[in-house]
């Protein structure tokens, strides 16, 4: 499929003094591509196509969702066999890729990974474009790399303002009030004049996720922590403002900080001093499958923006698929993939009500923006959220989400630096202009430089 | 008749070096070659000279992973030593009831999963729910933040390690002791030495063989060691726990492939300075080591 | 010497600490995957969820198989050619022994991190990805066995074994006859070192193979444990927790059992001649 590259292929000639073993012939993975193979569609069609296709996925729930959607696939392309396999994606995928053996047609992978990798993966570039506007920018622009894109985008994670509707009630505080930050701190303070006990707002006390969050709230004001050409843009207003915030909320006594859904979180949600949680549209796990005490008590809101009329929500987290360079059968696992991220039929059979999940899968939605309608949804209300449609809330907060930019490949490395540092700011160990010179300082010469 | 012939020892290591020229001859030196290189995995290597090298020593990151790594020796290494020399002379003791019990006790971890016993880690010692904390609590003691906390969150993890391979050093030890004969104790009974004179003036001088080997590869594991704290900590709080292995994992993991080989010769010179010391230390009057 | 009542105190207490996580572990996997999270140190359930979903999810049964064929092929290198190099660099004199015994410990110092992507590397250019080969071969002879069995050898006094040479004996009669007897003791050690070393091996295992086939124990687990080590991102992390403590359990249990059983065996064994009193 690809030559073997001479540069690597020299390099390790040299290092064994012109290839004394057979293995000096290796040509590693799809490395070294001067250019990276470009995907172009099948033409055959449906009832034609034939051959079989290795499909890497996470362990869990989501592959039985999964596995369940490749079987209606299948009914839609019978020539196609699937070989769907549960792997450890994280220690595997970038391993394979390198060494070019035995290489999946196809697997899913967590968007902060996709950059890393792109001289290995396909571009989709051509393939996605019928569909790239109709597509949430967010997710277009972090599989794009230097004006490609190498994943076919997944799932859409908005945050949304988790909160107890009991508690904002008993205190008078209006849901629809909230439409700032700063709206969300007088409230918290409202609530917690009612109740002293009470420390409202959830900050995560894990460095990786507090990350993550921080990306949701800079991504909600159309920034991230670097810009399309890989340069550090920490040093913001818009970083500035969400430290600032932090402080503040910190500051005034306002904050549960503790770790993403472990037992100290678990508890103080379901003691009632846990009111707010400006989370990712995953959380909803929570109050269905942890929260016993308060199991039908919470509910989802839009996001507060940063400024009066600002966007209402932003991205943490996702998954996109990719096609490694050096699939066998790199178009039938587009196929694959084109079936569950952009026809009517693979959405519903990944989204709507299965056997895993009878109400739907509604951890995350769509990023395909036809099938956001709130007026149609996908998985069904939520009775752990008092019967409250999450669909519409989630695909309404989604439209207004902006752009990013790829995610560097230093990403999760830049967790030591950044994450960590952002538990120093809520915990009140550092101000937020140190944060930023601090983070940006390290990054730079560890992670930036080094690339 | 055969004799002695000069081939022997060659022929009784061969094996080993048959395996090393298939599977470590061309790692080590595509390795050595990487040190030297800017790789990620794809594309051309860019030759960097001994930038790899430089950078890391230059950078504080990587001075606080050996500094975190050399703490976490001091938490393991001697501990394990005596409580499993203690351990191993106990369970070596014909008159000790229960002993079948006691050794399933101690050398049971071994055999456990670190995956699945990283998570009982991550609840018994949670700050506020658990175990460990509730027992504190009982008697008046307050929380103490064993994971959470840079003053705690070594000790925590070096006790999943000590719990985890104790019963590895007891084996060793065991093996040592068995060259203890019991005419020597008896002897020493005779003259009124007391167990105690008996244990440091006979036991110790007589496994310090197995001890040197013990120290030499636990010093070895220790600095070496990822798994722990990357499925226990994750290298936290605040780096706390990023030993020098993690740190070395996290240039694998992000694919920084030239960094992480230069950082493993670093390793090695360092490991082998210590084992050096370690081995010079504890050599037996007699010279052999 | 007979132990008094202080020292038994310390065993039981120590004991106790030792065995409680893995009771924790075992009974935790008989709870609903959520209440291991929310209420874990209660008792709940009893129930067989765990299990029934870690069966159906994940190959335990080819895991098991295959760390026993690996077990086997790989503890039968070792126990041969390890106690023959120990002896050749413990008790003889050749040209360039020095060199060689730092290469040994070279291999032993340098992480095994470094050589798993040359490694990989070499395997798929001889085609060995996702073979037995390739799980069984890199390191089958390994240099702490040689290590522990040149230290365990050095212990032998050469005139033992010079006494063996007089009757003219070839050298592999000498060391059949006469140094196996010896290092008994450590030879057990070894056996159930190695054991223990295949058993718990995940790293190369988990890059080596990606097909069903050939996943050993550890790689089972690691394919459920990604989801909790990794990022907590989604939504099932808690059933993947009941799963991974199921299978751990079942992992684990098998050779608890055969180290119950076997334990007087081998421990005397590593034990044999020693200390009397």
């Known amino acids: ?451 | ?289 | 010497m007979k132990p008094g009542i202080g020292q038994y105190t310390i065993l039981g207490v120590l004991a106790i600490g030792f065995l409680y996580p893995i009771w924790w572990a075992i009974s935790s996997s008989f709870k609903p995957p959520n209440d291991i999270v929310t209420d874990p140190l209660t008792l709940s359930g009893p129930t067989l969820h765990n299990y029934q979903a870690m069966f159906a999810d994940v190959p335990i049964g080819t895991g098991f198989a295959n760390t026993a064929l690996v077990l086997v092929v790989k503890g039968a290198m070792t126990m041969v050619f390890c106690p023959l190099a120990g002896y050749a660099f413990a008790k003889f004199t050749f040209p360039g022994k020095n060199v060689l015994f730092g290469v040994v410990l070279l291999t032993l110092m340098l992480p095994t991190l470094v050589l798993i992507i040359p490694l990989l590397l070499e395997m798929s250019a001889l085609g060995w990805v996702n073979t037995y080969q390739a799980l069984i071969l890199p390191g089958s002879i390994d240099a702490f066995s040689i290590f522990w069995m040149r230290q365990t050898i050095a212990a032998i006094p050469t005139e033992l074994i010079d006494a063996g040479r007089v009757d003219g004996a070839s050298e592999l009669g000498i060391f059949v006859r006469v140094v196996l007897p010896v290092i008994r003791p450590g030879l057990a050690a070894l056996a159930v070192l190695t054991t223990m070393n295949v058993y718990n091996d995940f790293v190369w295992p988990v890059v080596a193979v990606n097909d069903t086939e050939h996943q050993t124990l550890q790689v089972v687990l690691s394919t459920l444990a990604q989801n909790i080590t990794g990022n907590r991102i989604g939504s099932d992390f808690t059933t993947v927790w009941g799963e991974l403590l199921a299978a751990g359990s079942v992992a684990m249990v098998p050779l608890l059992v055969i180290f119950v059983l076997l334990q007087r065996h081998f421990i005397n064994g590593i034990l044999a001649g020693s200390v009397k009193g």
């Not at chain 1, 000639?13 to 293995?23: E, F, M, R, T």
């Not at chain 2, 019963?167 to 030495?193: H, K, M, N, R, T």
């Open chain 1, 1 to 451: 499929m690809s030559t073997p590259p001479i540069g690597r292929r020299g390099f390790i000639k040299g290092a064994l003094g012109v290839g004394a073993l057979a293995v000096a012939g290796c040509a590693p993975g799809g490395s070294g591509q001067a250019v990276p193979s470009k995907l172009a569609a099948p033409s055959a069609t449906a009832s034609t196509v034939k051959g079989e296709i290795t499909i890497w996925n996470r362990s869990g729930d989501l592959f039985k969702v999964f596995d369940a959607a490749i079987a209606k696939f299948k009914q839609a392309y019978p020539g196609v066999t699937v070989n769907h396999q549960q792997v450890d994606i994280d220690a595997k995928l970038a391993n394979t890729l390198i060494s070019g053996t035995d290489v999946p047609d196809g697997s899913f992978w967590d968007d902060a990974k996709i950059g890393g990798q792109a001289e290995h993966l396909y571009d989709l570039t051509d393939l996605i474009a019928p569909y790239q506007d109709k597509t949430a920018p967010y997710k277009i622009s972090v599989n794009t790399v230097d004006g490609k894109i190498y994943g076919v985008p997944w799932d859409l994670d908005p945050g949304l303002l988790w909160y107890r509707e009991d508690i904002l009630e008993a205190a008078g505080v209006d849901i629809a009030s909230i439409a700032t930050y700063d709206d969300l701190l007088t409230a918290a303070r409202t609530i917690k004049d009612k109740n002293p006990a009470s420390k409202p707002i959830h900050l995560d006390k894990n460095p990786f996720l507090s990350q993550l969050w921080l990306e949701m709230l800079a991504n909600q004001q159309g920034t991230s922590l670097t810009d399309a050409s890989g340069k550090l843009r920490l040093d913001s207003p818009e970083y500035k403002k969400i430290f600032t915030w932090i402080e503040q909320a910190t500051g005034d006594g306002l904050v549960t900080h503790a770790p993403y859904l472990e037992p100290a979180d678990v508890n103080t949600l379901d003691n009632g001093q846990q009111v707010f949680v400006p989370w990712a549209i995953w959380w909803s796990f929570a109050p269905q499958n942890l929260l016993k005490a308060t199991k039908g008590k919470w509910r989802a809101a839009p996001l507060p923006a940063w400024t009066p009329g600002g966007a209402r929500s932003g991205v943490m987290g996702g998954s996109s698929f990719v096609i490694p360079a050096k699939a066998k059968n790199p178009e039938l696992a587009w196929l694959l993939y084109e079936y569950l991220c952009f026809k009517d039929e693979g959405i519903q059979a990944v989204y709507g009500p299965n056997s895993v999940y009878p109400g739907g899968l509604s951890t995350s939605v769509p990023s395909y923006l036809p099938v956001l309608d709130p007026a149609k949804p996908l998985f069904q209300p939520i009775e752990a959220l008092g019967g409250q449609d999450l669909w519409k809330v989630a695909t309404e907060a989604s439209s207004t989400i902006p752009a990013a930019a790829p995610i560097p490949w230093w990403w999760a490395q830049s967790v030591d630096y950044l994450g960590n540092n952002v538990q120093r700011l809520i915990e009140g160990k550092m101000s937020p202009d140190d944060v930023i010179a601090d983070s940006a300082k390290k990054i730079q010469r560890n992670l930036v430089d080094r690339g």
């Open chain 2, 1 to 289: 008749m055969r004799v002695r012939t000069w081939l022997t020892p060659y022929v009784f290591v061969s094996p080993f070096f048959l395996v090393f020229a298939a599977f470590g001859v061309y790692p080590l030196i595509f390795a050595l070659q990487l040190s030297f290189t800017r790789w990620r995995g794809a594309g051309e290597a860019t030759f960097v000279g001994l930038g790899n090298y430089s950078y890391l020593l230059s950078s504080p990151d990587f001075w606080a992973s050996l500094g975190n790594s050399a703490v976490m020796w001091v938490l393991i290494v001697p501990i394990q030593v005596v409580a499993g020399l203690g351990a191993a002379v106990l369970l070596a003791n014909a008159k000790l009831r229960l002993r079948g019990f006691f050794r399933v006790a101690f050398i049971a971890p071994f055999v456990t999963p670190l995956v699945a016993m990283a998570q009982v880690w991550i609840v018994v010692f949670d700050t506020d729910y658990g175990l460990v904390n509730y027992l504190l609590n009982l008697v008046g003691l307050p929380d103490v933040g064993w994971l959470t906390s840079t003053t705690w969150s070594k000790p925590t993890l070096a006790l999943l390690v000590l719990w985890k391979t104790t019963g590895f050093a007891i084996i060793i030890l065991l093996a040592g002791l068995q060259a203890v004969p019991g005419q020597v104790y008896e002897a020493a009974s005779l003259d009124g030495a007391s167990r105690w004179r008996q244990f440091w003036s006979l036991t110790v001088p007589l496994v310090r063989r197995s001890i040197a080997f013990l120290v030499v590869v636990q010093t070895l594991a220790v600095f070496q060691m990822f798994a722990e704290p990357f499925v226990v900590t994750q290298g936290g709080p605040y780096g706390s726990t990023e030993t020098a292995g993690l740190y070395l994992f996290d240039h694998i993991s992000a694919s920084d492939l030239g960094t992480g080989a230069a950082n493993s010769f670093l390793l090695v010179l360092l490991v082998f300075g210590l084992s050096l010391g370690a081995v010079r230390l504890l050599r037996p009057k007699d010279g052999t080591s």
